[in-house]
């Protein structure tokens, strides 16, 4: 099992966190389409970190409106992202976990409009804003 920088038992990751970070971050779950907090969050200049550890994943001019109803980005901070192999659900796609502390992110995908070609589709409630 890799290890990570940051490390602690569930049972912390559940007192830090709230309970719907818990169940995205810690259970690999999604939150609904259009209801995140930084889903049409477009105003200010800044980075976005992991809501787990902190650790700087994304920065602000990465940030594009891709309709699909969760925060995307166009590409991720060098090494601040995991890429794990999903076939859950009948799919293949590619999670994305923070490289820090193992939490899960979203998925990124290769139909992003910009000159990455990349859409990193990320759960509101796996990041946090910091200007």
């Known amino acids: 099992m890799k290890k990570y920088n940051v490390e602690k038992p569930e049972a912390e990751w559940k007192e830090k966190l709230s309970e719907e970070q818990f169940r995205v971050l810690r259970q690999k779950g999604t939150e609904a389409p259009h209801s995140g907090k930084y889903n049409l969050h477009f105003a200010e200049n800044g980075d976005y970190h992991c809501a787990a550890c902190d650790a700087k994943l994304f920065e602000s001019n990465s940030k594009f409106e891709s309709g699909c109803g969760w925060p995307s980005f166009d590409e991720a901070i060098e090494g601040s992202v995991e890429y794990i192999q999903d ?45």
Do not use: K, W
């Open 87 to 131: 076939r859950t659900f009948g799919m293949l796609r590619t999670e994305i976990l923070c490289a820090n502390c193992g939490s899960h992110l979203g998925h990124v995908f290769d139909d992003g409009p910009t000159n990455t070609g990349q859409r990193y589709c990320v759960n509101s409630a796996s990041i946090e804003f910091e200007q």
